[in-house]
Every structure is written in structure tokens, then in C-alpha cells.
T-cell receptor, first 111, second 115 residues
Framework: EDKVVQSPLSLVVHEGDTVTLNCSYEVTNFRSLLWYKQEKKAPTFLFMLTSSGIEKKSGRLSSILDKKELSSILNITATQTGDSAIYLC???????????FGQGTTLQVKP | SAVISQKPSRDICQRGTSLTIQCQVDSQVTMMFWYRQQPGQSLTLIATANQGSEATYESGFVIDKFPISRPNLTFSTLTVSNMSPEDSSIYLC????????????FGEGSRLTVL
């Protein structure tokens, strides 16, 4: 059965800290791995990764995929209180066209 | 990417009643997906809604409980039937905006509370 596992499930840091969120997967016919940020109801798209070793970067956020290890990390540097959210990892299968979501990591950034 | 409008945004419902959630996309999309997010949980796929055919349900979800309509390529509804407090969740519709990557675009979500 396809599955996506995220760690840690929750994290509390202070402003300015750097955090690393992890995502591992077991998915038949992997197509892509996506990271989303969820603050209220609807998740908002952060990154889409398809190739190993190529870092995607957007401001203080970056992410990289390791297909050999079947995992990805999401890094946030110089965290701000506005980074407090649930971060969701999802993996797409070319077989089904569906996205399978991990449990999410709840990040709280304290002032 | 096509923008999704979802309603209601939130509702408080009585046990035993049914509620229909609507999603309108501003352009034609082939596949739409309905997700549920129970409190403190991640997103779980309920079903895939394809225009012109019956929805495909995931394990643990059945048509009698979550009937779905997809009358055209811009619209879909999900009904949560005979609700119980365990159905209190956020329900999200989405479409596969990018066929090559599988990226999903989400509606604003509907937060249902069942008393």
C-alpha cells in the first residue's frame, strides 16, 4: 500500500531558528513529490520535485528530493512567526494520478 | 491554473441531516478530487470525480455516504449524508492543474461541524 510518512509530527522553535522537515514515501510508480503549507483550510503549493539532487528554493524555503532514499526534506531558514503552519508532503503516482498525503508537520514559531 | 470556488465555507449541521458542498472551477478540468481532513489529521482522498462517469471511491468511503456529482467539466458536488459528529471535518475539492506533475490546486475548503 502506498504511504507517505512525515517527521517530526510537530515542532516548536523560536524566530531565527532553522528547521528541517522530513518526508519519506513508498509509492508505486513515483511521479512527483510536492510540499504544501496549510495555515487555515486550503493548502497552498510550495514546491514540486521530480528529480533527485536538484534543490528548489524560494526565499527562505528550500527543498530537495532523494529518490535513492525515497525521501525529501524541506528547510526553512531564519524562521518567522508567519511560518507557523502545517506543512504537508504529498506524493503523486503516475499510475493513478492521485496525490497521497503524509500526516503533516505542525510548526510553531515563537517570537 | 483554474481557480476553484467552494461553498459553503463553513456550516454547523445537526446529526442525521445531509449537506451538499459545491465546487465551481473557472475553466474546464478533467479530474476533480474530494478530500477530507479530520481534526488534527492530514488529507485523506474520498473519491475522484470524472465527468461523464461515476466517481471512483477510495477504500473506506462509499457512494451512499458520500454521493458525488460531476455534471460537467467545471462543476462538482459532494454530499455528506446522514451526518454524525465523526463527519466533522474540513472537506476540500481540488483539481489536477498540471497533468505532468500531478500538482493539485485546492478550493478554499468547507469546515463542517456536526452536533
Amino acid at each position: 500500500e502506498d504511504k507517505v510518512v512525515q517527521s517530526p509530527l510537530s515542532l516548536v522553535v523560536h524566530e531565527g531558528d532553522t528547521v528541517t522537515l522530513n518526508c519519506s514515501y513508498e509509492v508505486t510508480n513515483f511521479r512527483s513529490l510536492l510540499w504544501y503549507k496549510q495555515e487555515k483550510k486550503a493548502p497552498t503549493f510550495l514546491f514540486m520535485l521530480t528529480s533527485s539532487g536538484i534543490e528548489k528554493k524560494s526565499g527562505r524555503l528550500s527543498s530537495i528530493l532523494d529518490k535513492k532514499e525515497l525521501s525529501s526534506i524541506l528547510n526553512i531558514t531564519a524562521t518567522q512567526t508567519g511560518d507557523s503552519a502545517i506543512y504537508l508532503c504529498a506524493v503523486g503516482s503516475s499510475n493513478t494520478g492521485k496525490l497521497i498525503f503524509g500526516q503533516g508537520t505542525t510548526l510553531q514559531v515563537k517570537p | 491554473s483554474a481557480v476553484i470556488s467552494q461553498k459553503p465555507s463553513r456550516d454547523i449541521c445537526q446529526r442525521g441531516t445531509s449537506l451538499t458542498i459545491q465546487c465551481q472551477v473557472d475553466s474546464q478540468v478533467t479530474m476533480m478530487f474530494w478530500y477530507r481532513q479530520q481534526p488534527g489529521q492530514s488529507l485523506t482522498l474520498i473519491a475522484t470525480a470524472n465527468q461523464g462517469s461515476e466517481a471512483t471511491y477510495e477504500s473506506g468511503f462509499v457512494i451512499d455516504k458520500f454521493p458525488i456529482s460531476r455534471p460537467n467539466l467545471t462543476f462538482s458536488t459532494l454530499t455528506v449524508s446522514n451526518m454524525s459528529p465523526e463527519d466533522s471535518s474540513i472537506y476540500l475539492c481540488s483539481h489536477s492543474g498540471n497533468k505532468n506533475t500531478g500538482e493539485l490546486f485546492f478550493g478554499e475548503g468547507s469546515r463542517l461541524t456536526v452536533l
